[in-house]
T-cell receptor
Framework: AQSVTQLGSHVSVSEGALVLLRCNYSSSVPPYLFWYVQYPNQGLQLLLK??????LVKGINGFEAEFKKSETSFHLTKPSAHMSDAAEYFC???????????????FGRGTQLTVWP | NAGVMQNPRHLVRRRGQEARLRCSPM?????VYWYRQLPEEGLKFMVYLQKENIIDESGMPKERFSAEFPKEGPSILRIQQVVRGDSAAYFC??????????????FGPGTRLTVL
């Protein structure tokens, strides 16, 4: 089974500062990779995803993530934080292809991002 | 184009009662997934369904929990004889099951179950 590790359950940055949220996965085969954002009492919204191709992926709201196979990482970054970015962020992976257990997402425990004015 | 719908948004049950959670996938989506989120934890996979078929239920507790996705109507997650440990947020997601984005999952707002 896949596992996902998000380093740091809480990250605090000042408005305008760089945001870096870390995600590492365990898999012998590179999986599909996702970042989701969850605002209080809401569902998850997809920020970006990596399946194949270019390893630097751009998403919504100015976020991007880079897939590094050698480091089994998919860290999320944003050059300049905004107050509206305060939320919980989840990294997730899924297996390639289709089939019975393929398709399910494995989530990290989440990182709560706080943005200070 | 409406997104994934879940109802109720909040559900309160007493121990021993039954909870029924409903999920209507996005229009055109035929794959449904249920996840559970316990406090301060990530989402845990429970079950993956297609119309009238359970594809993967390896994440479901062995007892009291069941899920269905009938030919007509929403997907239902049913919890019988609820206990306090069932208190959590339950999220449904749907995907098209087709094309290169076959597994891109869109999430509903969740049902927050509280067991008294």
């Amino acid at each position: 089974a896949q596992s996902v590790t998000q380093l740091g359950s809480h990250v605090s940055v000042s408005e305008g500062a760089l945001v870096l949220l870390r995600c590492n996965y365990s898999s012998s085969v590179p999986p599909y990779l996702f970042w989701y954002v969850q605002y209080p009492n809401q569902g998850l919204q997809l920020l970006l995803k990596y399946t194949t191709g270019a390893t630097l992926v751009k998403g919504i709201n100015g976020f991007e993530a880079e897939f590094k196979k050698s480091e089994t990482s998919f860290h999320l970054t944003k050059p300049s934080a905004h107050m509206s970015d305060a939320a919980e962020y989840f990294c997730a992976v899924s297996d390639h292809g289709r089939g019975s257990t393929l398709g399910r997402l494995y989530f990290g425990r989440g990182t709560q991002l706080t943005v200070w004015p | 184009n409406a997104g994934v719908m879940q109802n109720p948004r909040h559900l309160v049950r007493r121990r021993g009662q039954e909870a029924r959670l409903r999920c209507s996938p996005m229009k055109g989506h035929s794959h449904v997934y249920w996840y559970r989120q316990l406090p301060e934890e990530g989402l845990k996979f429970m079950v993956y369904l297609q119309k009238e078929n359970i594809i993967d239920e390896s994440g479901m507790p062995k007892e009291r929990f069941s899920a269905e996705f009938p030919k007509e109507g929403p997907s239902i997650l049913r919890i019988q004889q609820v206990v306090r440990g069932d208190s959590a947020a339950y999220f449904c997601a749907s995907s098209s099951g087709q094309g290169t984005n076959w597994n891109e999952q869109f999430f509903g707002p969740g049902t927050r179950l509280t067991v008294l």
